[in-house]
């Protein structure tokens, strides 16, 4: 049921930048619904990452940081670390359904550190 | 700090109903602006929100479970919980329970958010005879 669009996968070296997109539409992130970001290691439960598109969390270090345009919205890991390796996901809220909205998350992508 | 476990069979049979709890320590559950929600993930899959629920009783459920759905709150013992309906084994999966914000703000116009700041570890349920 994802009406967020992520890629399945990407990865990179330790040290390097990696991005991740999360594709929308004007009934979730283009309605000015926020977006934000969970980081889900293996065989644990999601982890805010981000909220608020761009705004982290106490003790979430300043690699991560987020970003929204439009209908979509991005997760840019910078130094990428072994221990980023994980599966991310964005989040947002969607008002398609007359009456009844829903919470929503992306598709999911797995980061992988080479 | 505020930690959430969620509680319940791990095995239920087709066609009843699924009953979880989710247990708020550190914290009362009634106190501050917050929702308490449910989210479900089917191994190897990605996450699906169930519902939520405030302390008012108040509750917004996702409109394809809705039909089979209750989510209520307990402010005496500090918990809330989660009844499924007529499962099915697409129903098996590790369901979180979770603090939940939302709210709006006004920056040249008006924004909206809904996420989850705290989850629980979660629980495997599993639909079998």
Known sequence: QSVLTQ?????????????????GSSSNIGAGYDVHWYQQLPGTAPKLLIYGNSNRPSGVPDRFSGSKSGTSASLAITGLQAEDE????????????????LYVFGTGTKVTVL | QVQLQESG?????????????????????SSGSYYWSWIRQPAGKGLEWIGRIYTSGST???PSLKSRVTIS???SKNQF?????????????VYY???????SYYHDDYYYYYYMDVWGKGTTVTVSS
Do not use: H, W
């Open chain 1, 7 to 23: 890629p399945p996968s990407v990865s990179g070296a330790p040290g390097q930048r990696v991005t991740i997109s999360c594709t």
């Open chain 1, 86 to 101: 994980a599966d991310y996901y964005c989040q947002s809220y969607d008002s398609s359904l007359s009456g009844s909205g």
């Open chain 2, 9 to 29: 069979p791990g095995l239920v049979k087709p066609s009843q109903t699924l009953s979880l709890t989710c247990t708020v320590s550190g914290g009362s559950i």
């Open chain 2, 60 to 62: 917004n459920y996702n």
């Open chain 2, 73 to 75: 709150v307990d402010t």
């Open chain 2, 81 to 93: 919980s989660l009844k499924l309906s007529s499962v099915t084994a697409a129903d098996t999966a």
């Open chain 2, 97 to 103: 329970c979770a603090r939940d914000l939302s709210g």
